[in-house]
């Protein structure tokens, strides 16, 4: 309820009465979702929209509501015994919260309920009572996300005689929120947030101070709230009392703002009689949908569905479905008999026996793996302590849910994932009968991620009885129904299990336990499609070889089960013995397992494979098929089908089938894609059309594709008493020692001396007053350089002692080295100007033995580099790990070591190049390490987490960890360093604000390099050679170029697919893409794509890097003796910082600048 202004075009309000089938259905539909247990059937329906209406303002009065506008509609259902409504708020429709009073000068807040009219006596008039679901700013504005009736943005109420009799629905399953990913976009895991609830509250209040005790009236109200302390929508009745549906008691729910305002009887003047529009429907005669504006279709949805699914119009929406071969709700799909695995958390609150002391545990990970084709799922559940781990041995539930999903089909049945594609939540109450303990388990899957792996959080809160350690448990075979209604799956049993307990003295007791399972599975299904090929509405689910284990050593729980669904049976039919639903068949795995009667079967080889089933291989339909591509295009066989790809020049037509010649016009110097030599050393002049000429810049000869210095030096320029320097592009000229001039004339006399040049002066005697003139054995004499700075190594003639000094000649802290070693000391003194950069790229001598690395979920793989040039047929795995999921690469070049990131352990590994076993060197306290780099000169890593939203740094090996950032970090990814200036770059694709930071590798100094037109920014390396940092951005599909020192960046290509990580050698960069799963060469000199090569396995690719044969040149403060630090030597420009790792208990650490 607000005042709202319709005039002058502000929005309209419809009303109709329907009383069609159509109609009728759509309304019994959401009311049977928020009453489940109502056989309500409607008869007649009053709709009313607000469309697109306007907040009431008087002249003057805030311009900021003049565009907002709001969207809703309310629906009235009745039968002869009973009525509903319906709130409907389509998501974002709601887009102001207030409106001023038309009868006064406040704004006031609008409000969503029912109210009862007052009631006039001869002296006073009694207000009518409210029943208000919304009243202030939070709660309407959460009004589209929340729901009493297990779907977003509707509400439904029964309506009895009076407000005091407004009866809401209480569904109390967790709306399943909808969030459209980027496509293709990593995302990885995040801690659950539950969804929205409504909770109600009583209130008195008194209308008049002389009232009697019958003039108190009882006020019902709801408040749309975030359930984020309780997992469950819970309610209260009138009494405050808490409701019996509601697993337990809820606490701290919030409560509305304010009290409900009464409503006074107002009297307005005459207005001129108005035109309400009456709304307008088309032949299906549907008067109101969830969305009111927008028709969904799958021209605009598309990317809802999986990229193995067709997507299907419908009258009132669209749907997806998966294609031959793949199994999944269509919006999900997975291959048929394809091994699958889940990976995720799991938190909980656990009292155990009669224990007053809760066991709890965060953030413990669970994976299991699925062999689909015989419906067996492995599940681990990692780092659950002793004390809980053998009590919970009877749950193989847990993991059983997701036996359900992938249980073996029986014709005509459907498995969980068929339903739900795996994105439900599931809500668990267990009752051990013999004390009435209780457990509550919740669950929340969220589909697919960008890795191919299902992901699950779980919660557990409750009781269970103690089973003393060592003991085990044994479950036989056991069935469950599933019930499906819309959107919602319920099932409830009664199991038993018997527990062995250790023996003593030689003897073993058992005894039995029970338990009672009731579960809800919410989920979203596509209700446009009502063919008849939706799965049964009763299923049973047959689970043997059930096996549970605790492992006290490792803490790790673990359930195994074989699943198969079909119809309600005792086990005796043939059916349920066919090795097609029991697993026990011989098909290939690239085969489909097709039941006959009794126990007869027959394997069948899936599309793009031929063979008998048995033994199944992939058909080379390039070979078979020449022209199967067509002309200028190029076939390439993949397992089970092939691609096409267009020659060079050449590019799909609008059919995407037919390869045309590319024709355009290209400014080569304007986009940077001509082969003049580097901007420092030539000019690009356009001269129409696509031509261009290259000229050298001053200072160097050439043909403008090549260009070299000139060393003007040799031409005489300086005046013979100076020194001439010659630089790229230029030269400098400097008076000799004695002279004094700009180097073009230099005359005698003596130039003024610097610091160094004189306390050299007084140490040797030369007449200072500081030491006397006969030089003692001992004493220290500065050591200045021809231009009299200070040289930036010192030694002590007579000890032998070296140390490095600042511009000023001050000794830096910790550089100081025995006798016989010199430290890798820097110049301070600042060298001669120079004109134009180092060799160009492609001209760096190229080491040999140089490689990439990269990596491909289970494994790592190289390929050799000759020169610029891929040597594609060297190609081969390094090293496999197919039970990891490796996310980043880094190469340490000294001791010639691969690391790399797993997110599915998680942990940080690292293996020799020169063979031996994978090291896992980090593997607590990590959430989801991603991006990784190797400072090969401080001999430290530093690595990315994006789900604890942190930077880390250790030793090679793992010790000293030490925390740099952990504010300021939404989705960090990619990492680097540059060791020998002391910086650190990474990105962050954080979606709100993507970022490219750096600081100095000890943390300091931190800020935002790049922040404007970025999208998501997956990769990054910095070229040791040309000092270039580059990304690849998957969000605006370029490759981009900077100086860090500089101002301004290049866009070095533009129109990629989705790249992922990106490394530099010599001319090229080289990025992995997920789209076309190959490693992609770019002559950057060119703006040029050059090369590609796709590993003949397609699957995802992650981090590149580069493994140098030889070190990049160069050191810095930490390259010798640690920098002289007890523990962390971190670089910085022009010097070191020494931390301390972040545990230094009992540790003598110091920490310096």
Not at 104 to 122: I, K
Not at 702 to 719: K, L, T
Not at 870 to 895: E, S, W
């Amino acid at each position: 309820m607000a005042d709202l202004d319709t005039t002058d075009g502000h929005g309209n309000v419809y009303y109709r009465e329907d009383s069609s089938s159509d109609v009728l259905q759509l309304a019994s539909d959401y009311i049977k979702r928020g009453f489940p247990e109502t056989a309500f059937d409607p008869s007649s329906v009053v709709i009313v929209t607000w469309k697109l209406v306007a907040p009431f303002q008087a002249p003057g009065e805030d311009h900021a509501l003049e565009e907002k506008r709001n969207t809703f509609q309310a629906v009235l259902a009745s039968s002869d015994s009973s009525s509903y409504a319906i709130f409907l708020y389509p998501e974002d429709s709601l887009q102001f919260y207030s409106t001023y009073s038309k009868n006064g000068d406040e704004n006031v807040p609008a409000m969503v309920g029912f109210s009862q009219a007052s009631t006039n006596y001869y002296f006073w008039e009694k207000p009518g009572s409210y029943h208000v679901i919304a009243s202030d700013e939070d709660s309407i504005r959460n009004l589209y996300k929340s729901s009493n009736a297990g779907k977003q943005g509707v509400w439904v109420f029964e309506i009895g005689s009076s407000s005091d009799n407004i009866v809401p629905a209480k569904i109390s399953n967790i709306l399943e929120s909808v969030d459209p990913n980027e496509e293709d976009q990593e995302m990885t895991s995040k801690p659950f947030m539950s969804d929205y609830g409504s909770t109600e509250i009583t209130q008195q209040y008194i209308t008049s101070t002389d009232s009697t005790e019958e003039d108190q009236q009882l006020v019902t109200y709801s408040v749309p709230q975030s359930a984020a302390e309780d997992f469950l929508t819970s309610y209260q009745d009138v009494t405050g009392t808490p409701s019996t549906e509601s697993f337990y008691s809820p606490q701290n729910f919030p409560t509305a703002k304010a009290p409900p305002r009464q409503f006074r009887i107002q009297q307005f003047p005459p207005q001129p009689p108005q035109v309400i529009d009456v709304e307008e429907f088309d032949e299906t005669g549907i008067v109101f949908r969830y969305h009111t504006d927008v028709q969904q279709t799958c021209a605009n949805n598309r990317h809802q569905c999986s990229v193995h699914a067709i997507c299907k119009d419908y009258p009132n929406g669209f749907c997806c479905s998966c294609i031959a071969g793949y199994k999944g709700n269509g919006r999900q799909c997975v291959a048929e008999g394809s091994p699958q695995r889940v990976n995720g958390k799991v938190r909980g609150r656990i009292f155990v026996g009669n224990n007053p002391v809760p066991v709890i545990f965060e953030n413990t990970d669970l994976h299991s793996y699925v062999v689909m084709n015989q419906g067996r799922a492995y599940t681990a559940i990692s780092t659950i302590p002793e004390t809980l781990g053998y009590s919970l041995l009877p749950l193989a539930s847990i993991g059983g849910i997701i036996g359900w999903m992938f249980a073996v089909e029986q014709q005509g049945y459907k498995n969980g994932f068929s339903i739900t594609g795996g994105e439900f939540t599931r809500q668990t109450e267990v009752t051990f009968l013999q004390n009435n303990e209780k457990l509550v388990v919740k669950q929340k899957f969220s589909g697919i991620d960008e890795h191919g792996h299902l992901t699950i959080s779980t919660e557990m809160e409750g009781r269970i009885p103690e089973i003393p350690s060592g003991a085990s448990v044994h479950i036989e075979p056991y069935t469950e129904l599933y019930h499906t209604s819309s959107s919602v799956i319920t099932s409830s049993s009664s199991r038993e299990y018997t527990v062995t307990e250790p023996e003593r003295d030689g003897v073993a007791s058992t005894y039995t336990g029970a338990y009672q399972w009731r579960q809800t599975i919410s989920f979203d299904e596509c209700i446009h499609d009502d063919s008849p090929h939706s799965a049964p509405a009763t299923q049973q689910l047959s689970v043997d070889s059930v096996f549970v284990l605790y492992n006290r050593d490792e803490q790790i729980l673990r359930y195994a089960m074989s699943n198969s669904i079909g119809p309600i049976s005792d086990g005796a039919a043939d059916i349920n013995r066919n090795p097609c639903y029991t697993g026990t068949h011989n098909c290939d795995t690239n085969a489909v397992c097709r039941p006959g009667t009794g126990n007869r079967f027959s394997c069948e080889c899936s599309i793009g494979f031929r063979g008998d089933g048995n033994i199944c291989y992939d058909i080379d339909e390039c070979l078979e098929q020449p022209g199967l591509c067509g002309s200028n295009a190029d076939c390439n066989n993949q397992p089970g089908t092939y691609r096409c790809e267009c020659a060079e020049g050449y590019q799909f037509a609008a059919d995407g089938q037919t390869c045309v010649g590319v024709e355009y016009v290209v400014n080569h110097c304007q986009r940077g894609t001509h082969n003049c030599d580097i901007p420092q050393r030539a000019q690009c002049v356009y001269t129409g059309g696509s031509a261009y000429i290259c000229t050298c810049l001053p200072g160097f000869s050439g043909d403008g594709r090549a260009c070299e210095d000139v060393d003007e030096c040799q031409q005489g320029h300086c005046h013979p008493d100076a020194f001439c320097y010659n630089t790229p592009g230029s030269f400098s000229c400097h008076c000799k020692a004695g002279y004094r001039g700009d180097g073009f004339r230099c005359v005698l006399g003596d130039v003024e001396k610097t610091k160094c040049q004189h306390e050299r002066e007084v140490a040797l005697g030369s007449g200072g007053a500081f030491f006397p003139r006969d030089i003692r054995v001992g004493h220290f004499i500065p050591q200045c350089d021809e231009r009299g700075n200070y040289l930036p190594t010192q030694c002590h003639a007579s000890s032998g002692y070296c140390w490095c000094v600042d511009r000023d000649g001050n000794e830096i802290d910790g550089t100081r080295s025995g006798p016989g070693v010199r430290p890798p000391c820097l110049s301070t003194a600042a060298p001669p100007v120079v004109i134009g950069p180092s060799a160009r790229p492609d001209t760096i001598p190229l080491p040999p033995g140089t490689h990439l690395l990269f990596a491909q979920s289970g494994k790592i793989e190289h390929v050799p580099l000759e020169g610029n040039n891929m040597r594609k047929n060297g190609a081969k795995a390094l090293l496999h790990i197919p039970d990891k999921v490796v996310i980043g690469v880094a190469y340490d070049c000294v001791d010639k070591i691969v690391y790399w990131t797993d997110i599915s352990g998680p942990s940080i590994s690292r293996a020799s190049l020169h063979g031996g076993e994978p090291t896992t060197i980090i593997k607590t306290d990590l959430g989801s390490p991603e991006g990784i780099a190797v400072d090969h000169l401080g001999r430290n890593i530093f690595w990315t987490d994006s789900q604890l939203d942190r930077i880390e740094v250790a030793r090679l090996d793992g010790r000293q960890r030490r925390i740099l950032f952990d504010t300021g970090l939404v989705n960090p990814r990619a990492i680097v360093v540059d060791p020998v200036r002391g910086n650190l770059y990474w990105t962050d694709w954080n979606r709100e604000a993507p970022k490219i930071e750096t600081s100095y590798m000890d943390g300091t100094n931190r800020r935002i390099l790049v922040k404007d037109d970025l999208g998501l920014p997956n990769g990054l390396t910095f070229d040791p050679y040309s000092s270039m940092l580059c990304w690849v951005d998957a969000g605006t599909k370029r490759l981009e170029c900077m100086n860090p020192n500089q101002l301004g960046r290049r866009k070095i290509v533009e129109g990629i697919q989705y790249p992922f990580g990106v490394t530099s050698y010599g001319k090229n960069l080289y990025y992995t893409d997920w789209r076309r799963d190959a490693v992609v060469a770019v002559d950057r000199t060119i703006s040029l794509e050059n090369d590609n090569f796709q590993p003949h396995k397609r699957s995802r690719l992650y981090g590149i890097t580069t493994a140098f044969a030889q070190c990049p040149g160069g050191h810095n403060y930490c390259t010798v003796n640690n920098g002289g630090c007890t523990h962390l030597c971190l670089a910085t420009p022009g010097g070191r910082t020494c931390r301390c790792p972040d545990n230094t208990v009992g540790v003598d650490c110091i920490e310096r600048n």
